[in-house]
């Protein structure tokens, strides 16, 4: 095989290569001698079929094949005689040689992976903000789940349905007078203030009697998912059947026992020690940012334009999914810094990569046992193909491997790191969550240079503040970009719009549900 390189830049290698006749004709015949036991031919004993009627019945399907298996070991052949880690699936392009006693002449073009520069990992410094679970938060607690046990009761018959209060009714909806599809329903129940509905339906019925008949007047969301009934005007008949308010949540020990517990002080510790795994879970989401953060100004190389582009346009879809139309204007305008916050997650896949590859951080094969039993969990009655799916599917594999592998990483540099803890309020440390995820992720750009972000990557003191972000820019965070065997970050989806359910008979006036969120790394 003649190799002949075209292309050195950069990340990017292109390779001419040809491939002699004589060594495809060796393919068909290896090929015809595999396959000559299995012909059967009449006139023939099995197995004895002529390789030249072989080649004859069979030649084409079998010289497409040793053509196949030619390029594969030459592009295979290539990289390794070259040291050559692909960042994704080279492309391949014939330029001749496909007839017989032919020379087969491809190019090949690829973008290689990185070297990955030595890291200093003895040098890290990091704050910790922690939280103290104290008796306010276990009571706060308390009282949330108190709240989501509780009962209604009829109300008097003289009572005026307010926010907090349930309402019971039946109702016909029409749009330009005509009733349309999934707007009829009976019996439904909704706490007014909840947000359930569309805008306006909820407030339509503040004020409603057990025995009412009222119409509330609404109009439906431009993006709606009935296109039928998008941005329209419609009126509901309403016939008030019930109003009933919500019972005093009274929280002693019967609530314990109602939940099957023996007491409000097991409660309160059951409680506790979710408060406590909560605040835990934003200590290191937040101490994980900083580490992030400290590595992404640290280090500075290049990455394969193919893998930032494709996290580009993971990110692009998934802020486009919740912006409104007012905020695809200002989306487009912050297009460089969604650039930047892909080159950054890409950039910092390779390096975790990279430093749990040299410092020989693994997930064992009981601990992947026991992703894949999770995951199987998830399907029941399926468990053996799920199981099946993820032993034979080594891409999949490996995107479910990668976040623990993540965590494992994070695990060992924060083992070198020296920490120093302060402690915090809940909601200071909330806030300082927040405050990163409303400004664009930097990418390791020097202050000063073109394109800087100003946001939580900057180690310098600013003397102007970041300019608002609209609501479509939802947290895109960098922490969620590692994985093991392909080192392409792990994707995250950020919060998506609304789903569009169908419209039927119980959700006709509602809003649309929203969006299961994509798993959190």
Avoid at 19 to 35: G, H, N
Avoid at 61 to 67: G, I, N, P, S, T
Wanted: net charge negative.
């Amino acid at each position: 095989m003649n190799v002949t390189e075209t292309l050195n830049e950069g990340l990017k290698r292109a390779y001419s290569l040809e491939i002699a006749a004589a060594a495809i004709a060796d393919k068909v015949e290896a090929a015809i001698a595999q396959v000559a036991p299995q012909v059967r031919m009449p006139g023939f004993r099995p197995g004895k079929v002529p390789s030249n009627l072989i080649r004859k019945m069979h030649g084409d399907a079998l010289r497409r094949e040793a053509l196949q298996e030619a390029i594969n070991d030459a592009v295979n052949k290539l990289l390794a005689d070259n040291g050559l880690r692909p960042a994704t699936q080279p492309q391949i392009d014939v330029d001749g040689g496909l007839g017989e006693g032919e020379d087969l002449k491809i190019s090949v073009s690829l973008e290689v992976l990185p070297e990955v520069p030595e890291s200093d990992l003895e040098g890290i410094s990091l704050e910790r903000l922690t939280v103290e679970a104290g008796d306010a938060d276990i009571d706060a607690a308390v009282a949330r789940l108190a709240e989501q046990q509780k009962t209604f009761e009829d109300a008097p018959a003289k009572h005026k349905a307010k926010d907090g209060d349930l309402v019971v009714m039946d109702y016909v909806g029409t749009a330009d007078g005509v009733a349309f599809e999934g707007g009829t329903g009976e019996g439904m129940e909704i706490e007014l203030g909840s947000g359930r509905l569309i805008p306006g339906f909820e407030d339509g019925l503040k004020g409603v009697k057990t025995g009412d008949k009222t119409t509330v007047k609404v109009t439906f969301p431009a993006d709606y998912p009935a296109e039928n009934l998008a941005g329209k005007d419609a009126e509901f008949a309403v016939t008030v059947t019930a109003v009933k308010t919500a019972k005093e949540a009274v929280i002693d020990d019967t609530l314990a026992t109602n939940l099957g517990l023996e007491s409000l002080d097991q409660l309160k510790a059951i409680l506790k020690d979710q408060v406590e795994s909560e605040l835990n879970g934003l200590t290191r989401t937040y101490l994980k940012r900083k580490l992030l953060d400290h590595l992404a100004a640290a280090h500075s190389f290049d990455v394969p334009p193919t893998m930032v582009d494709a996290e580009f346009q993971q990110i692009w879809r998934q802020v486009a999914a919740e912006a409104t139309d007012e905020d695809k204007a200002q989306m487009e305008a912050e297009r460089g810094d969604y650039g930047r916050i892909a080159e950054r997650r890409v950039r910092l896949g390779l390096l975790l990569s990279d430093i749990g590859q040299k410092h020989g951080v693994q997930v064992t094969q009981a601990e992947m046992n026991r992703l894949v039993a999770q995951e199987s969990a998830r399907y029941p009655g399926q468990e053996r193909e799920v199981q099946k799916y993820f032993s034979e599917n080594a891409v999949a594999a490996a995107q479910l491997r990668a976040p623990l592998f993540e965590e494992k990483v994070v695990d060992f540099l924060l083992g070198k790191a020296t920490i120093t803890d302060r402690v915090v309020s809940r909601a200071e440390l909330e806030a300082a969550i927040e405050s990163e995820d409303e400004t664009p992720l930097g990418a390791g750009v020097p202050h000063g240079a073109p394109g800087h972000v100003h946001g939580p990557d900057c180690d310098h003191d600013h003397d102007h503040k970041p300019a608002k972000k609209p609501a479509a820019k939802k947290a895109v965070k960098a922490e969620d970009a590692v994985a093991e065997e392909a080192p392409k970050p792990a994707k995250k989806a950020a919060a998506k719009k609304a789903e569009e359910p169908k419209a039927d008979a119980e959700d006709a006036p509602k809003k649309a549900a929203p969006k299961k969120k994509a798993a959190a790394k």
